[in-house]
């Protein structure tokens, strides 16, 4: 496995340690009319975070790019959206005041950073074959000079100096 990969394996793990904690703070921090956590809620979260981590062990770096991408930046627009923007109980800045508190907006802030580090590696996964794809193919050595890798650069340069200065080959 990639290195790009385990860290985005690394990140979805810690993604969902921090989701799921999250669900039990919301419980304490949420007037509601039980404080019970929905197991529903943990087993689709669970699930989720599952899919991503099969897709990005067992998928090409495409499709295992493609999938944590689709799933962080649903996680973020979710996240910024019910904690930031929307005007209810658990919006970080009208949350009730106690115990909890500082713990619900610290899991909050946790997820959206992490959520911004899976997109930013996601990226990176993607684009990873692109850039060595787009070097020159003198420089690789695979120009139909004869040059190897080890030589191609040299012997290009070597006679376009030679041209340059009036030299026949």
Known sequence: MTRPRMLILLVVAGHWGVAVAHI??????????DNKVSWVAVALISL???????????????IAGLASLFFFLAASGADLYEHFLQASANNVFMVAPGNWTPWFDASVFALLALEILGCLLSIRLLGGKMRSARRHPAAAGEAGTGANKTSGLRNLRVSGILKMHGAKS
């Open 48 to 62: 989720g975070h599952a899919s991503v981590s099969v897709a990005l062990w067992k998928l090409g770096d495409r």
């Open 24 to 33: 039990f703070l919301a419980a304490n921090v949420l007037a509601s009319p």
